[in-house]
């Protein structure tokens, strides 16, 4: 929960940070149905479904515990617990006891799953390409990461999920130095 002070008078957005606020809303808003679309048509599953068979695929042996991939993919246990079984009824992926800790439960990639990935990747990347990457120049693409560091300094502090996608960066956007 944020406890960021609340001013006693708000300091409202001026032009220039309501239009790059209002841009912002307009591709967050907009993005999420373009991924969904195409993944639902081309692979018959959900952006979150594919998050989930993704973080899995890229997992040691495609397997994670449920509550590792729950914080890999910012879902609650509950709500990974019903895509999971949805995929689980699909042959995508499969649960079972974990070996190490039998309290817990490992979700892992099926064969399935796997040849699902590999079938519905390439429309993924052709769509996040035409809709993300190719409208900008590398300039534009650096700045975008810039963008991003910085703001998930502050929406990602702890870097539950930064730190998943970019392992050599530390919580303030700055490279690691090699221990």
Known sequence: MDTSPVPAEPRWLDATERAAWLRLVAVVELLPGVLEAQLRADAGVTHFEYYVLAVLSEAPEHTLRMTTLAQRTNATLPRL???VKRLEGRGLLERFPCPEDGRAT???????????MVAAAPGHVANVRHHVLDPLSRAQLRQLREIADALLSRLDP??????????????TGSPRRPA
Request: overall charge positive; charged content about 30%; glycine content about 14%.
């Open 106 to 116: 490992n979700a892992r990639l099926t064969t399935a799953g796997r040849n699902l």
């Open 81 to 83: 617990s019903h895509v």
């Open 158 to 171: 702890d870097g539950r999920m930064t730190d998943l996608y970019d392992p050599g960066r530390g919580r």
